[in-house]
């Protein structure tokens, strides 16, 4: 039986004072620490064996504690973090940070950049030189704005392994999807990256249901099939739209016409493979 796996999920610790964006005012469910011992009995619960701990801050100090809570906890298969790209030195510190147990991946925070082409320039060749060498990960966390330099980010580094976060964020609440799901098409099919199926039930709004997110379900499990989807929570940014358990069950019910082998891949095997966790 193959391994359940969230594909995307984060933990925080506030006094560690680098979550700029994480504020009483903005966010007042989630302001406040998120660690394994708040995740663990919704992982039994929803029969999920593993998880990709993604970072949350914009520093490398965040990379080390997540690093520093995979010692103390079991279930996560990897960790996804930062460094800074723009570093003179970004190459030689993801050589380095590569050595590191269970890190399988890097997250620039794209969407919080002034630059929408960030990712396009010239001076990033060498930090993604350096990723692809290093075989790790590459995390697009990308708005649907973003997703022409992406494809031309996709171009230019067709090693590099890359999956988009949160499918691009698309504007399901406001129903503004079609230009998105033309986006996500040309991707899939010009490219090699994945997508993750999660913070979905944010960008719907209240009152969301597993109706609201079909049309955008469907277009991903067209555009990239089983065998480019994971299934992420996004716990605990989820809680401010929902519930670990009420996204699971929306998600499964979106995927059950697939058959067992598809929805194998959509809920662990294709984090695994993309991951490298087999």
Known sequence: MSLRIDAHQHFWRIGRGDYGWLTEADHPKIARDFLSADLEPLLKTANIDRTILVQAAPTEAETDFLLSLVEQTPFIAGVVGWIDFDAEDAASRIARLSAKQKLVGLRPMIQDLPDDEWMLRKEL??????????????????????????????????????????????????????????????????????????????????????????????????????????????????????????????????????????????????????????
């Open 125 to 278: 060749a060498r930090p993604i030189d350096a990723m692809i060498r290093a075989d790790l990960c590459f995390d697009a966390l990308v708005r649907p704005r973003h997703l022409p330099a992406l494809a031309e980010f996709l171009d230019r580094y067709p090693d590099l392994s890359v999956v988009i976060d949160h499918a691009a964020k698309p504007n399901i609440a406001r129903a503004g999807v079609d230009l998105w799901a033309q986006y996500m098409r040309h991707i899939a099919q010009s490219s090699t990256a994945f997508c993750k199926l999660s913070g979905l039930a944010t960008e719907a709004g209240p009152n969301w249901s597993a109706d609201t997110l079909k049309r955008t379900v469907d277009i991903l499990l067209e555009a990239f099939g089983p065998s480019r989807l994971m299934w992420g929570s996004d716990w605990p940014v989820l809680l401010e739209a929902g519930d670990y358990a009420q996204w699971l069950a929306a998600a499964e019910t979106l995927t059950k016409h697939l058959d067992a082998s598809a929805r194998a891949l959509v809920f662990g095997g294709t984090a695994a493979t993309f991951y490298g966790l087999v």
